[in-house]
């Protein structure tokens, strides 16, 4: 089980995009939206590579990162977290919360069931 900061997620969802990066990479994606610089990535992803989520390879002129978790895996796992956390592992709760809220639009109601049915198809 890997524990991805908000920064270390930003990283893992563009190497999820497109992989391999460089540092000079990611940090030219980064720098306008985050001001992220050089070194700043580059402690990010000792951390992450200590943490097991990336590795790289010695490329021709620079390091070429991948990401060692598959995303699927980390949504997962951090929806699990946080619906244990917030609602008690209880997705009718949240889910509830977020109507009591009318916080879900017509089209995200629409996913929801269409989600159901194919839960319910699929346990017949």
């Known amino acids: 089980?890997?524990?991805?900061?908000?920064?270390?997620?930003?990283?893992?969802?563009?190497?999820?995009?497109?992989?391999?990066?460089?540092?000079?990479?990611?940090?030219?994606?980064?720098?306008?939206?985050?001001?992220?610089?050089?070194?700043?990535?580059?402690?990010?992803?000792?951390?992450?590579?200590?943490?097991?989520?990336?590795?790289?390879?010695?490329?021709?002129?620079?390091?070429?990162?991948?990401?060692?978790?598959e995303k699927t895996d980390a949504v997962i796992q951090e929806t699990e977290e946080f619906l244990d956390k917030v609602f008690g592992g209880r997705m009718g709760l949240m889910l509830n919360t977020m109507v009591e809220k009318k916080a879900l639009s017509k089209e995200e109601i629409e996913e929801l069931y269409e989600i159901l049915k194919r839960a319910e198809e699929e346990t017949l």
């Open 1 to 69: 089980m890997i524990k991805l900061s908000e920064s270390e997620w930003k990283v893992m969802s563009l190497l999820w995009d497109e992989a391999p990066r460089t540092i000079m990479q990611i940090t030219n994606f980064f720098k306008e939206s985050t001001g992220w610089t050089k070194h700043t990535v580059m402690t990010f992803l000792r951390r992450m590579e200590e943490k097991g989520a990336v590795h790289f390879e010695e490329g021709e002129r620079a390091k070429l990162y991948y990401p060692d978790i």
